[in-house]
């Protein structure tokens, strides 16, 4: 019997029994034809029908597009077959065939230390996670440390298949690394000029771990947000810090100013030392001249004494009275000396013409 608005009708004549899907099908499509000639669709075609549209809708379920900077996964009872790149693909149908799309090219993060929590209608807010943030230095003191990893998946398959859950693993190294670089260093050094060491030493220690476990993650970047002593000595420690940094001020104040006087020094040092070498050399140039000068008129001396000696007095006449009147008077006219008087420029006597005024 077939069960029709909730009441029991018999088979129509010829038709034998057909099952309660196929009545449903009947009042969906109707019967075939118009008017007093309409027939019944017979139930093998529309059998043959429906399951042609399941199969075809079935055989498009493996139609799937994978966007730019993804990776198409393709599994086959569970086990990888392929790789596709970005663009409209095609796979065999589920159950036979499932994928899985893993974006490659997305920078993600992953917060040590602390968590970015968005309030509503505010700005986010930075909660510090302790049971992270706090560790152990080399010298016994401890530290809070906040830092940022940046990752992408550089292998989609070794991604989804071999570790367990990747990004949690790579939370896990981090902390791991990052503990065992901040072990072997003074709390000074970190909190100063060892944060790039901190970040270089802890990027490849990470990566090493992450390659280890098969996580197939990459490592694009480390950056420390925060590395600052417990909240309560953090005043103190930031004290220490300043001293030290006005003691290295001093110190490179200082040794700019040996930097500026040294040099000066040397060069003035250096100049009085050419000027004296330039002196010594000038008076031993100035001696030998001499000498040579005195050997030349010692040598015309024996050839002329009396010649040589004339020239040598008026010579030396002439330098001590240089820049006086000079007369050279001959005995032959008289050898004497009142007529060469300048008696009119004497003082207190007038000249004739004005003698005459």
Request: net charge negative; no cysteine; hydrophobic share 40%.
């Amino acid at each position: 019997m077939i069960r029709q608005s909730g009441r029991r009708h018999p088979p129509p004549e010829g038709w034998g029994y057909v099952t309660w899907w196929e009545d449903i099908w009947q009042k969906i499509v109707g019967k075939m034809g118009s008017g007093e000639g309409r027939k019944p669709v017979k139930t093998g075609r529309v059998t043959w029908i429906v399951i042609g549209i399941v199969v075809l809708i079935w055989l498009v379920s493996g139609i799937y597009i994978v966007g730019p900077g993804e990776v198409g996964v393709v599994r086959q009872f569970g086990r990888f077959v392929a790789q596709t790149g970005p663009g409209l693909n095609y796979r065999l149908p589920w159950p036979i065939q499932v994928h899985d799309i893993v974006n490659v090219a997305a920078v993600r993060r992953a917060e040590i230390g602390y968590r970015e929590v968005e309030a509503r209608g505010q700005e986010q807010v930075r909660r510090r996670i302790q049971e992270e943030s706090l560790m152990l230095t080399g010298d016994r003191n401890i530290v809070d440390i906040q830092i940022l990893v940046l990752y992408q998946v550089k292998d989609a398959v070794t991604f989804l298949f071999r570790a367990e859950n990747p990004e949690e693993a790579l939370r896990v190294n981090t902390e791991v690394a990052l503990r065992s670089v901040i072990g072997n260093m003074d709390i000074d050094h970190a909190m100063t000029v060892g944060r790039p060491e901190v970040e270089a030493e802890t990027w490849k220690i990470l990566q090493m771990l992450l390659d280890t476990h098969q996580t197939g993650l990459h490592v694009a970047g480390i950056e420390l947000q925060v590395v600052d002593p417990p909240d309560e000595v953090r005043e103190s420690f930031y004290d220490v810090v300043r001293a030290k940094a006005d003691r290295e001020r001093l110190i490179r104040e200082a040794e700019g100013y040996a930097r500026d006087v040294v040099p000066r020094a040397r060069g003035e040092a250096a100049a009085i030392v050419h000027a004296a070498t330039a002196y010594r050399d000038e008076r031993i140039a100035l001696a030998e001249g001499e000498a040579e000068r005195f050997l030349k008129i010692l040598e015309e001396y024996r050839k002329a004494e009396a010649v040589t000696r004339q020239r040598l007095y008026l010579e030396t006449i002439e330098r001590v009275l240089a820049g006086t009147k000079k007369f050279i008077i001959d005995p032959q006219v008289g050898g004497k000396v009142m007529q060469f008087l300048p008696l009119t420029e004497l003082p207190g006597l007038e000249k004739p013409q004005e003698a005459q005024e």
